[in-house]
């Protein structure tokens, strides 16, 4: 599986746009690109996913460049509760069962 | 909404003690996972099953067996506990066809002493 790069914290303001970052540039054409987030003492929560195309859900959306080589997890308008570290996935279709979280951005939403 | 549900949070047992963590899912997926969470180390999988009575061995099965009787079930059972098994244990249900898209219980923090 591809590997990913991202930054190890940011910060946003609350109610502001958070962005995330994630370099992933060895993605192959059958990867996906997954979002994680884990929020402190409990599992981690699927956000979104996308091969090529942008994606949009009620959580978020996933923006990836046209060459594939990097994607951007937009949240909107964060809060408090989207404090959590976020980890960016690539994984081939019909891939390996489990996921491989790396260690992820830590963000962290300022009053 | 999909949920995972584990029977508890927090755990301490003893060295040599039978340990048995139950995950329950009701969104009628057919995988269910167990992963251990360690600082440093990430995720990493124990056992995947993806039918009843199904297993595969994830990367780190030594120490650990599990029971897959039905569906909406799966069991991690810890043998024999060994202080090098305290650690946050995830369960993890998904549908066959999206593997990715996994939907983790709250987790079970387990020590052993």
């Known amino acids: 599986d591809a590997k990913t790069t991202q930054p190890p914290s940011m910060d946003c303001a609350e109610g502001r746009a958070a962005n995330l970052p994630c370099n992933h540039s060895?993605?192959?054409?059958?990867?996906?690109v997954y979002w994680y987030r884990q929020i402190h003492s409990q599992g981690p929560q699927y956000i979104i996913h996308g091969l090529k195309n942008n994606e949009t859900n009620e959580m978020a959306s996933l923006i990836i460049t046209e060459d594939r080589k990097s994607s951007t997890l937009i949240l909107p308008h964060a809060t408090l509760r989207d404090t959590a570290v976020y980890y960016c996935?690539?994984?081939?279709?019909?891939?390996?069962?489990?996921?491989?979280f790396g260690t992820g951005t830590r963000l962290t939403v300022i009053p | 909404d999909v949920k995972v549900t584990q029977s508890s949070r927090y755990l301490v047992k003893r060295t040599g003690e039978k340990v048995f963590l139950e995950c329950v899912q009701d969104m009628d997926h057919e995988n269910m996972f167990w992963y251990r969470q360690d600082p440093g180390l990430g995720l990493r999988l124990i056992y995947f099953?993806?039918?009843?009575?199904?297993?595969e061995k994830g990367d780190i099965p030594e120490g650990y067996s599990v029971s897959r009787e039905k569906k909406e079930r799966f069991s991690l059972i810890l043998e024999s506990a060994s202080t090098n098994q305290t650690s946050m244990y995830l369960c993890a249900s998904s549908s066959r066809r999206r593997v990715g898209e996994q939907y983790f219980g709250p987790g079970t923090r387990l020590t052993v002493t």
């Open positions: 060895t993605i192959s054409g059958n990867e996906y």
């Open positions: 996935i690539v994984r081939p279709r019909g891939g390996a069962n489990n996921l491989f």
């Open positions: 099953s993806y039918d009843v009575k199904m297993k």
